[in-house]
């Protein structure tokens, strides 16, 4: 089910150094959300805060209304949060389809001893979900990888493998930290084509970071600029990108004024 | 030869050879040889339970040999006090796993190295302590018992009834461990190991997972313990003594962490290594154990188990199709490892 998330005066230090200053914003359910702005300009940062590996110092959290401001990371899952990473981490000594089912650990039943004892249940449901593992790929056009070991893959490939086995999760706020980094032209292409089959056939609502204005452009329904930590501007990519807020964050105020 | 072994029909086939095997061998061989497997099936366990925590579970364990104590200690407490067998093995297994989480529960909270530091402590704590607490331990007499001979209507000798014993004991540890280090719990282990924030973005909290996998281990030592008591019939202080946890950790290594092949071969490397190292020239024991531990490190850092896995992929790689060479693998996931930390190590700058 897809979630609404809403921001309120989120504020995040380390030390002395603000990282994020007063954040504010609204995401719509079922919606495509941007995150954009020049690099460090704290929009990792607020990713960690909103799947709870940071936790800031001010303000609220909510997803679908319930405060999860201070939650453990691992307990996210259980509001529906799914997350990807820059560098996608995956047990590269492991085939691609282990990775995979590694995203439904929450939703498999059975303590440790009646995984030890391999009762029927567990056999069962190990046997189903390796099923929709396999599934989940063919959909994503990694079929025909689900038995190589995830280091025979290239990292374009990688990030494919860590989307699905976020998608395992079934979440209903799925975060994507910078999807198309280091993707050559043609494998952008294929994701936007994913992120849009997505929205289309899931019920999810997803928050993307990106340096991308392409991919930005084709699939966000709104975008926040973040600048210094601090939210610059919100409304359509269109509207971001002819800002001249935002083309002075980017390129600077001199240039800016050159160009126009 | 890997294809031939998936097949079904030949894994039930060896599968039938084997416990043929175990049947008969301990009948046919001699005493000697009986006792050694024997020692080999305690200190596979032992090696095994350290797998748990250190190879899947990627905590620094340097205390198992005192889950191996305590549990030798109950069990020789047990026979003396004539309590009924099956308690005394459960109460060899339960109170070293319930010693294990309270320990876990303390120190996976301090993150680091912590497991580690108070792993150090526990055999160096316990050999005074095993001394110190003579009522129940008999002191630096240790503590003997022959619960374990060989009852007379069996009409075997006590070797052969001993080994029975730990051999059911040891298959049956091992098919439960297997079984748990594979699918959901094999899983989330491999996970926490690799990358903490991962982890718990997939809902499994490093924490527990830390302070189960160590509960595990500690179990497994105790299960090890009631059968070094088994085997030995004599526990005294210096069986938890640090040094044998050392031993325990290199022949983990060798044997090759994370793989039961590994532990069993480890078991072998715990029982064999002293002994042949002390027939070269008993001055040189240790140095000759040390060259052998780094020997290994060098050439297969993933122990002998890995051997066969190895060889087969400098096969491939001689041939046409390119295998990665396991030492660049391990770099690449080095780096891979670093690099995904940044993200929610550091603040965005």
Redesign the interface.
């Known amino acids: 089910m897809a979630a609404r998330v809403t921001l309120q005066g989120v504020n995040l230090h380390f030390g002395g150094v603000k990282v994020l200053r007063d954040v504010s914003f609204d995401v719509e359910p079922g919606s495509v959300f941007g995150l954009v702005g020049p690099n460090g300009a704290g929009k990792t940062s607020l990713f960690n805060c909103i799947s709870g590996h940071y936790r800031p110092s001010s303000g609220s959290i909510r997803i679908d209304g319930t405060e999860v401001r201070g939650s453990r990371p691992s307990h996210m899952a259980s509001f529906g949060l799914a997350r990807t990473f820059q560098h996608p981490a995956l047990q590269l000594r492991e085939t691609v389809l282990e990775n995979v089912m590694l995203g439904a650990h929450t939703r498999l039943r059975g303590g440790p001893v009646a995984w030890s004892l391999r009762l029927p249940h567990v056999v069962r449901a190990e046997k189903e979900l390796r099923g929709e593992a396999l599934r989940l790929l063919e959909e994503n056009g990694l079929g025909w990888a689900a038995h190589r070991r995830a280091d025979e893959l290239s990292h374009g490939l990688h990030k494919g493998v860590e989307l699905c086995r976020a998608l395992m999760m079934r979440p209903g706020l799925l975060l994507l930290d910078e999807p198309a980094a280091g993707l050559p032209h043609s494998e952008v292409e294929q994701l936007i084509d994913t992120v849009r089959r997505l929205r289309a056939e899931s019920d999810v609502t997803i928050i993307i970071v990106e340096h991308h204005m392409g991919l930005i452009a084709a699939l966000t329904d709104r975008v926040v600029v973040l600048d210094h930590g601090a939210k610059l501007m919100e409304g359509t990519a269109a509207e971001a990108q002819s800002d001249p807020r935002v083309i002075e964050a980017y390129i600077g105020k001199d240039e800016a004024d050159a160009a126009s | 030869m890997s294809n031939l072994l998936k097949k079904p029909a030949v894994r039930w086939g060896a599968l039938v050879v084997l416990v043929a095997l175990a049947v008969v061998l301990p009948l046919m061989l001699p005493e000697v040889a009986n006792d050694t497997i024997a020692r080999i099936c305690v200190f596979a366990v032992a090696v095994l339970g350290l797998n748990v925590v250190m190879g899947y579970g990627g905590q620094v364990s340097l205390g198992q040999i005192f889950f191996l104590g305590l549990g030798s200690y109950v069990t020789a407490y047990g026979a003396t006090n004539d309590w009924n067998i099956v308690l005394t093995f459960l109460a060899a297994l339960v109170l070293p796993a319930i010693a294990g989480l309270v320990i876990a529960l303390a120190a996976a909270r301090l993150g680091g190295l912590a497991i580690a530091m108070v792993t150090i402590a526990l055999p160096i704590v316990g050999l005074p302590l095993a001394r110190r607490l003579d009522h129940w331990t008999g002191g630096s007499q240790g503590l003997s018992s022959r619960f374990s001979d060989a009852p007379e209507w069996t009409g075997l000798y006590h070797d052969q009834w001993q080994l029975y014993i730990v051999l059911v004991i040891a298959v049956v540890t091992f098919v439960?461990?297997r079984?748990?280090v594979r699918?959901?719990?094999g899983?989330?282990l491999?996970?926490v190991k690799?990358?903490e924030?991962?982890?718990?973005?997939?809902?499994?909290?490093?924490y527990w997972y830390k302070v189960?996998s160590f509960t595990?281990a500690s179990m497994v030592g105790g299960i090890s313990g009631f059968m070094y008591m088994s085997v030995v019939q004599y526990t005294s202080p210096e069986t938890l003594a640090f040094h044998h946890s050392i031993t325990l950790l290199a022949a983990m290594v060798v044997g090759g962490s994370a793989t039961l092949a590994g532990s069993v071969i480890g078991g072998v490397y715990f029982v064999f290594v002293p002994v042949l190292t002390n027939a070269i020239n008993p001055n040189l024991t240790a140095m000759l154990q040390g060259a052998i531990l780094l020997l290994v490190l060098f050439l297969l850092p993933g122990g002998l188990a890995s051997l066969p896995r190895r060889i087969a992929g400098l096969r491939r790689s001689s041939g046409s199709r390119p295998g990665?060479p396991p030492r660049e693998?391990a770099a690449?996931?080095a780096v891979?490892?670093a690099?995904?930390k940044?993200?929610?190590r550091k603040?965005?700058?």
């Open positions: 439960l461990v079984n748990f699918g959901k719990f899983r989330a491999a996970i690799e990358n924030a991962v982890a718990s973005s997939m809902g499994i909290s490093p189960l595990i990665a693998e690449t996931r891979q490892k690099a995904s940044q993200p929610t603040a965005d700058q």
